[in-house]
């Protein structure tokens, strides 16, 4: 990462309350296209939550600490604060001596941008003003919530717009909380409805809605020079199992993420390799 913070631009997605098996699910069976079409081997990366519901993921994310992989460690990380005794920060890692990985890009030139979907980011109370605080600027509209069947496409639109509105030599932080898939999801199932409530198969759904628009979004990024991405969700959610419903709980359905990171090319690096 010491090599592509300051040349290429950063993609980070966070695919809001994504359960692992049902993402794994979707792109062996070649729903999700867009996304399999650029995970490594076309395969999700099994990896744990740094927490259980969204507030708690994103502040250890925009902290360094991205989801862990599954399998024993120590793991080196992408994005490190400077500090004494870490034993994950490595020779590629990108250090930066600021209080987080928002401010450290913004040290390192970028422009930062959050384009926010859950309500952590709807800058509606104080709370819902600390995630998307962090950054330079920040979009919210009801438009981009959990309650809007068009949610992504809105949130990607602005997207397009953001990136079209910069400068050339201007090098981008453009962060996006996805609100599909959390819940109220079944909008998104033909044939769902409110009385019957979300369940696995309407969070399967809203992901293929994602997939959908997730070209746009992929195209926009790369548009000006190569981009560097990373999707993954920031926790799982419970559709009954064991009795449980929702997240904020250390189920392994909640704790179990998808992860990818991977390059975008941009218009002057066809095949996006490095």
Do not use: K
């Not at 502040?59 to 034993?87: C, K």
């Not at 496409?153 to 400068?167: C, H, I, K, N």
């Not at 981009?227 to 189920?251: K, M, N, P, Q, W």
């Amino acid at each position: 990462m010491r090599e592509v913070v300051g040349t290429d631009d950063l993609l980070l997605v966070t695919l809001d309350t994504l359960r692992f098996d049902v993402a794994e699910e979707l792109a062996a069976a070649g729903r999700i296209p867009h996304l399999a079409g650029r995970l490594p081997g076309g395969r999700w990366e099994r990896r744990h939550s740094p927490g259980s519901f969204t507030w708690a993921a994103h502040q250890a994310i925009f902290a360094g600490f991205l989801p862990t992989p599954a399998e024993p460690g120590p793991h080196p990380r992408l994005f490190a604060a400077r500090f004494a005794g870490s034993e994950t920060t490595a020779d590629g890692t990108f250090v930066y001596d600021t209080p987080d990985l928002v401010s450290g890009l913004a040290e390192a030139g970028y422009r930062t941008v959050c384009i926010g979907g859950v309500g952590f980011f709807n800058r509606r109370g104080p709370l819902g003003a600390v995630l998307p605080g962090l950054f330079q600027e920040s979009h919210w509209e009801p438009e981009f919530g959990v309650a809007s069947p068009t949610s992504f496409e809105s949130q990607v639109a602005r997207a397009e717009e953001v990136v079209a509105g910069l400068p050339a030599d201007q090098r981008l932080f453009l962060f996006v909380n996805v609100s599909a898939l959390h819940q109220p999801n079944w909008f998104h199932l033909p044939g769902a409805t409110r009385e019957a409530g979300d369940s696995r198969e309407t969070h399967a759904a809203a992901l293929e809605y994602v997939d959908r628009h997730m070209g746009r979004l992929f195209a926009a990024a790369g548009s000006r020079r190569r981009c560097f991405a990373i999707v993954c969700s920031d926790h799982g959610t419970a559709y009954g199992e064991d009795g449980h419903t929702g997240h904020r709980l250390g189920h392994e359905v909640v704790w179990t993420v998808p992860y990818a990171q991977f390059l975008l090319p941009g218009p002057d690096d066809a095949d996006g390799a490095r």
